[in-house]
């Protein structure tokens, strides 16, 4: 009995050694990254609504444009060879979405404001990516890392995703 209480004590330690070391961990974007970034026209639940359904389309399309790169100077030649596909993609969701504010494509430096993430602050600047802006592109926007593919936030708004240790479990079953 008394092996099976050290034994527990020393779980213990370790997993509140391992919880405080992923608490710490934090996700860091590369300097050579390509991100991706859709603004809304504004921020009325319509226009948002707009904003998730290009996001989608977009980003599954480049996803697998983008699957099999190894490198920056990769990734950006394919986004470009396939630009007129992507405007193609994003003028076919807003037609279906009857959405007739126009929109514009830029791939290049662009701008990205400040964010916070995970206690993680990202700052502002401008930086290489494709940016959508929808209409006056005065609302809330979406972006994510696309090389390498480090896509932030679709994690954060997802409630179907949960985490779960083992040795959290088994303490909890003898405590």
Do not use: H
Request: aromatic fraction near 12%.
């Amino acid at each position: 009995m008394k092996r099976v209480g050290i034994l527990l004590l020393f779980i213990s330690i370790f997993y509140i050694m391992v919880g405080n070391a992923v608490e710490e961990f934090d996700i860091r974007i590369p300097d050579e990254a390509l991100r991706i970034r859709i603004v809304a026209n504004s921020n009325t639940e319509y226009d948002q609504r707009i904003k998730r359904s290009v996001r989608d389309s977009v980003q599954a399309s480049v996803a697998d444009l983008l699957k099999d790169v190894s490198s920056l100077k990769e990734a950006k030649e394919i986004l470009n060879q396939n630009l007129s596909k992507i405007d193609n993609l994003v003028s076919n969701t807003l037609k279906k979405e009857n959405y007739e504010l126009g929109y514009t494509i830029r791939l290049g430096y662009n701008y990205f404001p400040q964010k916070e993430y995970k206690g993680v602050l990202y700052e502002d600047g401008l930086y290489e990516s494709l940016l959508i802006t929808l209409g006056e592109g005065s609302g809330d926007n979406w972006w994510c890392v696309l090389f390498p593919p480090l896509c932030l936030l679709e994690a954060e708004e997802s409630d179907e995703i949960e985490y779960k240790s083992y040795v959290k479990e088994l303490i909890g079953k003898y405590f």
